[in-house]
């Protein structure tokens, strides 16, 4: 199958991020800073994001085991990550008001925003008649999954940086 070697190395780095992450909140808390409510969110969101990135990447290989014709197996990966992502994304921004009551960030909003826009590029994979895209389309959205992820990392990273100086 097209595109199993890019997607198994982003599966990859989809791991390394979640543990990563993880790492972040272990060394905070070595660190001496104490754990919010807010806190955990955005450690959970990490994860789950990292999670999502690597069940996106392993999905199109293992349903081609099953020897599920190739178009077929990226339609129905296309549209079980549009369903997982568009929940999440839909999902999103009442899960961090429950935690933090304060205004998104625009960093934040165009997250959100992106995260949205990729379900719905997801969503049109799943549907879409030139099959020749099909993968281009899946991999491309599942980096950029990874890529916003990497981002909101780097800008909540940024955010605690400055607070604890």
Not at 116 to 121: E, G, I, N, P, R
Not at 132 to 138: I, S
């Given at each position: 199958m097209e595109a199993s070697g890019?997607?198994?190395?982003?599966?990859?780095?989809?791991?390394?991020?979640?543990a990563l992450s993880v790492l972040t909140m272990v060394v905070r808390q070595i660190l001496g800073g104490q754990m919010t409510k807010f806190d955990t969110f955005v450690a959970r969101t990490w994860v789950q994001l990292g999670f999502m990135v690597t069940f996106g990447s392993i999905l199109p290989p293992l349903l081609g085991l099953f020897e599920v014709s190739t178009p077929v197996v990226w339609?129905?990966?296309s549209g079980l990550m549009a369903?997982?992502?568009?929940?999440?994304?839909?999902?999103f921004p009442?899960?961090?008001?429950?935690?933090?009551s304060t205004r998104l960030p625009l960093q934040v909003i165009i997250f959100s925003a992106t995260m949205?826009?990729?379900?719905?590029?997801l969503a049109a994979n799943a549907i879409a008649l030139p099959v020749?895209?099909?993968?281009?389309?899946?991999a491309a959205s599942?980096?950029?999954?990874l890529v916003c992820s990497a981002m909101l990392f780097l800008f909540a990273f940024a955010r605690w940086y400055d607070a604890e100086l």
């Open positions: 890019y997607l198994y190395t982003i599966a990859a780095v989809g791991m390394s991020f979640a339609r129905i990966s369903f997982v992502l568009g929940w999440w994304a839909l999902t009442r899960r961090r008001q429950a935690t933090n949205d826009l990729t379900a719905l590029a020749q895209r099909l993968p281009g389309v899946y599942v980096t950029a999954i």
